[in-house]
């Protein structure tokens, strides 16, 4: 985006906003404000960030029980192959 674009970009958002005026700004900060205070809204943001931590919690445990499993299948083909440095004839 060039600095033209962005500067007629923020223009026109300057002048869409000071149209709406802050009697707009303060209804919609207003009807925002309420929502995040309601309380079936904290209720239902306290238990996503429950189940968060759980699956976080799972997560964190299957990645280590894949990682230890890639590091044996690696040491197991390691030790099928045997060393792959030769001496010279």
């Given at each position: 985006?060039?600095?033209l674009t962005l500067a007629a970009a923020f223009a026109a958002g300057?002048?869409?906003g000071a149209k709406a005026g802050r009697d707009r700004y303060e209804q919609i900060r207003a009807s925002?404000?309420?929502?995040?205070?309601?309380?079936q809204v904290q209720?239902?943001?306290g238990?996503?960030?429950e189940k968060a931590g759980e699956?976080?919690?799972?997560v964190a445990e299957t990645a280590k029980e894949k990682?230890?499993?890639a590091v044996g299948a690696v040491k197991e083909k390691a030790a099928e192959t045997?060393?792959?440095?030769?001496?010279a004839p």
């Open positions: 985006m060039s600095k300057y002048v869409v925002a404000q309420k929502v995040a205070e309601n309380p209720a239902a943001a238990a996503v960030k699956v976080a919690v799972t990682a230890s499993e045997g060393p792959t440095i030769q001496a």
